[in-house]
């Protein structure tokens, strides 16, 4: 009997051998150029439209300001106006828009507008420009550190 049991597992290892060698060839076919078009719907339906560190850095550094609209298909991130308590004459407000799926400095870009109370009416006032920039570090230093973090992570 033992010689039937090692012709019945040989029959076996022949025959699962026999299957991974017709699944390797049919896999051999996916190697192709052209991805199935439910493949590129379904990658579209599941990323962002813009860099993911990008964003996720701006909304950390925006998560102060209430938000007016936050589009991460056109990465583009408003805030409404925002008065610090300890200088409520004073107001601001952001608008980021994420201008590529690179992560890059030049696909950030910040505006902000300010405002302060004169004889109880908000009156436009200029943004220093190390404001804006600022911001900007912020937003690209954040971004770095997420992107370093999921590929050492």
């Known amino acids: 009997m033992p010689k039937l049991t090692v ?3 040989t029959g076996r290892r022949t025959a699962t ?3 991974v060698a017709v699944a390797a060839v049919g896999l051999s076919a996916c190697g192709g150029k052209e991805r199935p ?3 590129l719907a379904a990658s579209q339906v599941t990323t962002i439209g813009v860099n993911s560190y990008l ?3 701006s909304l950390d550094a925006l998560s102060f300001m209430p938000l007016l609209q936050a589009d991460s298909s056109g990465g583009v991130i408003i805030t409404d106006w925002y008065a610090n308590p300890g200088n409520p ?3 601001m ?3 980021v828009s994420i201008l590529d799926r690179d992560l890059r400095a030049d696909a950030l870009r910040v505006a902000a507008s300010r405002q302060i109370a004169q004889g109880g009416t908000w009156v436009d006032a200029p943004v220093q420009a190390a404001t804006v ?3 900007e570090e912020i937003i690209l230093t954040r971004a770095r550190d997420l ?3 999921a590929i050492e992570g």
């Open 89 to 91: 004459g004073e107001r």
């Open 133 to 135: 920039q600022k911001l």
């Open 93 to 95: 407000k952001v608008t």
């Open 147 to 149: 992107r370093r973090g």
């Open 7 to 9: 012709l019945a597992l």
């Open 17 to 19: 051998l026999a299957l």
């Open 37 to 39: 078009r439910a493949d």
């Open 55 to 57: 964003w996720r850095a």
